[in-house]
């Protein structure tokens, strides 16, 4: 089987790796020039972690562990206090045991499917036009201005994929706005800074966040849940303007933030990346069309309010890769991708199931509820510490062995091929 990946992020080289392992020829395009370590922390968790073993990069992810020493609040003076630590095999905590970067995990991830026999990466191109998806297959032409011809194509290339806008109709993708902003971007690390991740709220529903990387800087991230018509509006055109008025849009927003906001925002132009980011969610009708097929954030992107959306990258790779080896050599795919879609699909839309008070309540705007929250986590805190509640709710598990819902299908034929 010719197939064809549209992003080099997490979905689309956790399914090639399989997918080359299965015995079919993989092409992936990456619109980067060259694979990039940006990006703040993500974690790996549930079945994830089992599929992450499976490939042999278990022990190496936990090399690039960001060091992080667990969560604790800011108080309006600047003091922490309701810490969170991390604990081995106990999910007390609001920061994994398998804490990494973005790019580093997307790095690994892609080192090792290229190595892989009948496997080619071809960075800075992307896919122009798709000019056939039939019965026969699928044509397409790179913006390199090469025709090529594939049995598969899987689109990876993120929530807005261009991909996708092709074959797909405007009305089967749902687009789901949380009503919050996120800012991102790695500033100098001070003698001052800890290994935590420290959360502030800076009321006006701002919050600014500071976590550690294992390459001796600081992830910087700005919150934020615009409360009238005016600055939604101003935030939405943000949204599609350059780094500049966005940059320009943050400083407004957070110049009297308090706590460290002077700091990071006198940082943040000279900052190497910059991710300024809606938060939504993108829910698909039907993932695939005939020879083409979405994955990872461009099927079922659930937000960074979940904490899933790399896990649900790392499994979906795996079981998309797990059907199509059932294959038979030259039968139509169209069998496989709606096996993916049914085995998968359920605890996509579970993992979606966002509270109607998230984000809001972590958000607060007046120094009232900010009392309220940070009593609550304080006491949430406390209780966290004490063994015996953590174990009576079922907060004391093996992080490798947790399924967090999902069991992984049996594919003997992949199986056999590992």
């Known amino acids: 089987m010719r197939v064809l990946i549209s992003g ?12 080359a392992k299965a015995g079919a020829r993989v092409t992936v395009v990456e619109k980067a020039l060259e694979l990039l370590s940006h990006g703040q922390n993500v974690d790996i968790s549930g079945s994830a972690i089992t599929v992450i073993r499976k490939m042999g990069l278990l022990e190496t992810v936990k090399e690039y562990h960001t060091k992080e020493k667990g969560t604790q609040l800011i108080d309006p003076n600047g003091r922490p206090f309701a810490p969170f630590p991390v604990k081995e095999d106990s999910i007390a905590s609001f920061t994994s045991e398998f804490e990494i ?40 032409e790179l913006s390199d201005g090469s025709l090529r011809d594939y049995d598969l194509l899987v689109a990876a290339d993120g929530q807005w994929s261009k991909v996708r806008k092709q074959c797909f109709q405007s009305d089967d993708v749902k687009v789901v706005d949380k009503g919050m902003y996120v800012v991102y971007f790695t500033v100098p690390r001070l003698e001052e800074d800890n290994d935590w991740w420290n959360v502030y709220f800076g009321l006006q529903s701002r919050i600014i966040t500071l976590r550690p ?114 294959l038979q050599g030259g039968e139509h795919p169209q069998s496989a991708l709606e096996a993916y879609e049914k085995a998968f699909h359920p605890f996509v839309k579970q993992t979606q199931q966002v509270p109607n008070i998230v984000p809001g309540v972590a958000h607060p705007d007046t120094a009232w509820k900010r009392w309220l929250l940070q009593t609550a986590l304080s006491t949430l805190s406390r209780a966290a510490n004490q063994p015996w509640i953590v174990k009576m709710i079922g907060g004391d598990k093996n992080a490798e062995q947790n399924t967090e819902g999902f069991d992984l299908p049996l594919y003997e034929n992949l199986d056999k091929a590992l």
């Open 8 to 19: 080099a992020g997490v979905a689309g080289p956790t399914l090639a790796y399989f997918l």
């Open 101 to 140: 970067l973005r790019g580093d995990m997307a790095k690994l991830l892609c080192e090792a499917s290229r190595v892989q026999p009948n496997t080619e990466y071809i960075l800075g191109t992307t896919i122009q036009k798709i000019l056939s998806n039939d019965d026969v297959g699928v044509k397409v």
């Open 213 to 326: 990387d294992p390459y001796g800087t600081i992830r910087a991230m700005f919150t934020i849940m615009p409360r009238n018509e005016a600055q939604r509006t101003a935030w939405q055109n943000a949204s599609r303007a350059g780094r500049q008025k966005q940059e320009e849009l943050v400083r407004e927003e957070f110049v009297n933030a308090g706590w460290q906001a002077k700091r990071l925002l006198d940082a943040m132009s000279k900052a190497p990346d910059f991710y300024f980011q809606a938060i939504q969610q993108i829910k698909m009708a039907k993932w695939s069309n005939n020879r083409v097929v979405c994955l990872g954030d461009t099927a079922y992107a659930p937000t960074p309010l979940t904490g899933m959306g790399t896990s649900l990258a790392i499994i979906g790779g795996y079981v998309l890769a797990g059907e199509l080896a059932k």
